[in-house]
């Protein structure tokens, strides 16, 4: 259906400069848009009628909210001081370090304010409660717990998947980053994964392959994104000559990365690796998306272990 209405000017510039950044079809935001307006004037309606409703308006409500946290997670994403953000970079996190989410781990990350102040939810229960539905004035469902396990509800895994990399925290994604990373496929990074990588990694530091070749290689036999790949090799170089990084491995490369270096280099290459790593805290903790408390904990302890 085609229809023409008046618009401000200076709204419509902003607007397709919006469009274009983010890489998206002018039609189907604007469809999107009216969408949501739809579901909220819909929601608040419902409240305020006191008739009982016809079954197919009722579900035809109920359709629209259906998934809403998809079009919300974009948006909070890029809000790190919201509880949402929070709550799902809290996720995230765990998830990368434990390989699940237990429910308590959940609720440590959140609550406590002293130890994780950049994963902290005022109102942990509340704020949880109302990312688990889409029923009414809820934020959106995200999770779902099982047997006291939290997990990612599967209508908006890929679009989390999409800006996992934002919620966790790196500082120096962009918004053009997500853009460019949207159809990349980002995957978890595993152990084996990390492992692999490492060996390759190598192989770019004796100049036996380019790093480009490198990146080719971890992602052909890995499966890990190019970029993902690319950041794991500069990190690598990195620690070899004692410099600060600025992409994050998670806690466990991190812990493999060190610890492998120190095997097959020596304790002089340990201890550049190990300034490396203090380096790329520092750097990280001044940038106002949180402190890298685990990776600290980390270096602490291995530093104690060395004494």
């Known amino acids: 259906m085609a229809f023409n ?24 935001v604007i469809e999107r848009l009216l969408s949501e307006y739809a579901s909220s ?10 008739v009982k409703k016809e079954a197919t308006q009722s579900e035809y409500i109920d359709n629209i909210d259906f998934g ?21 970079k809290a996720f995230l996190l765990i998830q990368e370090e434990q390989g699940k989410v237990p429910l308590k781990e959940l609720i440590l990350r959140c609550t406590d304010k002293d130890n994780y102040p950049d994963t902290y939810v005022s109102d942990f229960k509340g704020n949880f409660a109302q990312m688990k539905t889409d029923a009414g004035n809820s934020h959106g469902k995200v999770f779902v717990v099982e047997n006291d396990e939290v997990q990612i509800w599967s209508e908006v895994e890929a679009i989390l998947n999409e800006y996992a990399e934002r919620f966790k925290g790196d500082g120096t994604m962009t918004l053009m980053d997500v853009i460019d990373n949207q159809d990349s496929g980002r995957k978890t990074i595993t152990s084996d994964m990390t492992k692999e990588a490492y060996e390759i990694s190598k192989m770019v530091y004796h100049g ?7 990146k ?7 499966g890990m994104v190019a970029g993902s790949a690319q950041d794991y090799i500069t990190d690598f170089l990195a620690m070899m000559n004692g410099e600060r990084y600025t992409r994050t491995l998670n806690l466990f490369a991190t812990e493999y990365y060190l610890k492998s270096i120190k095997a097959d280099y020596g304790k002089e290459a340990f201890e550049k690796a190990f300034e490396a790593c203090q380096k ?4 990280y903790n001044k940038l106002g998306y949180g402190k890298q408390v685990k990776t600290q904990e980390l270096i602490d302890r291995l530093r104690d272990e060395q004494n």
Do not use: C
Not at 5 to 28: G, H, P, R, T
């Open 280 to 283: 790329h805290v520092e750097y």
């Open 68 to 88: 809403k946290a998809i079009r919300k997670i974009p948006t909070w994403a890029f809000k790190p001081s919201q509880n949402n953000h929070r709550l799902i």
């Open 216 to 222: 080719e290689l971890i992602a052909e036999k890995t």
């Open 41 to 50: 004037t819909f929601t608040r309606a419902a409240k305020s009628l006191t």
């Open 5 to 28: 209405f008046d618009i401000d000017e200076d709204i419509y510039k902003k607007f397709m400069l919006a469009v274009q950044l983010s890489n998206e079809n002018e039609n189907e």
């Open 208 to 214: 036996k392959i380019s790093r480009t070749k490198g």
